[in-house]
């Protein structure tokens, strides 16, 4: 049967809260694990078995009236233990010097090398006599018979692109190649060189091509002479061939070397000769 009457609830006053004292509440106050006092309250209540339920009035008294003492594997590791070390931030790596070096090495000093392989160069080695005069290894490549694409353009002064473009309009013809750059010989070069010197005037800018020419660049009075008696089956240089269409020599070498004109072979270095029939085809060819 249920009763009928008023129920009374009674809570019994917790010492730290005001009202019943949890078992993770109590471990800590006795300095003990959870699961030494869940053992202890066992006998009283069987029930108990978590670290957020409350304890029992009979066991809390039991328990506060004779309290156990702290253990000492839970005190000497959490209640006595000593403040572990703060770990000592990692020095920062230096600035890179201004030689240059990546500034996530931590290396200063290192100069970064470019992919790739190293530019070929044919200077001679810097050198210096008893007095202290040193040579100049730009100047001393006039000696040299072999020169790459970098001594071409540190001798005249010029950007490898531009020795590149000399090759590709035909100026300058490779002898071979040493690793990734053309060589090319010194004589072919210096003949190359004073054909394009000849071609510009004192602004360095390409001279412009006009028709009739008065005196073309790189030929002479007699030249002009022959020009006047030439006949299709006849063989002209690559300049001679230009005058008469009114073109650059770029353009003449371009068609030879796009397969446009057969050039025929002579026994004169840098001496191109093309037939004049092959060159007013290849013009009538360009333009229809």
């Not at 030494?36 to 029992?56: C, F, G, M, Q, R």
């Not at 328990?63 to 003492?69: C, E």
């Not at 990692?90 to 030689?99: G, T």
């Not at 004589?187 to 054909?195: K, T």
């Amino acid at each position: 049967m249920y009763p009928t009457g008023p129920v009374v609830l009674i809570v019994a006053p917790s010492r730290r809260y005001g009202g019943s004292m949890r078992v993770w509440e109590l471990a800590e106050s006795l300095r003990i694990t959870t699961a030494e006092l869940l053992a202890l309250i066992e006998p009283y209540d069987k029930y108990v078995t978590s670290h957020l339920a409350t304890i029992p009035e009979m066991a809390l008294r039991a328990i506060q009236s004779d309290p156990p003492a702290p253990t000492r594997k839970f005190s000497d590791y959490y209640w006595h233990a000593e403040p572990r070390p703060r770990p000592r931030p990692s020095p920062a790596p230096p600035a890179a010097s201004r030689l240059g070096g990546n500034p996530f090495s931590g290396r200063r000093g290192r100069l970064r090398r470019r992919p790739g392989p190293r530019p070929v160069s044919f200077e001679p080695p810097y050198e210096e006599d008893d007095h202290g005069w040193g040579n100049d290894p730009t100047a001393d490549l006039k000696y040299e018979p072999i020169w790459s694409t970098r001594d071409v353009a540190r001798y005249y002064d010029v950007k490898p692109a531009t020795v590149r473009q000399w090759v590709a309009r035909g100026y300058l013809t490779p002898e071979g190649k040493e690793g990734p750059s053309h060589v090319f010989a010194r004589n072919e070069v210096m003949d190359a060189w004073a054909d394009i010197s000849a071609r510009r005037n004192e602004s360095g800018k390409a001279s412009s091509q006009s028709w009739p020419p008065s005196r073309p660049r790189g030929l002479h009075a007699t030249d002009l002479d022959r020009l006047n008696k030439v006949t299709p089956e006849s063989l002209v240089t690559i300049t001679e061939a230009a005058v008469m269409l009114g073109l650059a020599p770029a353009t003449i070498r371009s068609w030879i070397r796009r397969g446009h004109i057969t050039p025929h072979p002579t026994s004169t270095p840098r001496r191109t000769l093309v037939s004049v029939a092959d060159v007013h085809a290849a013009a009538r060819r360009k333009r229809h």
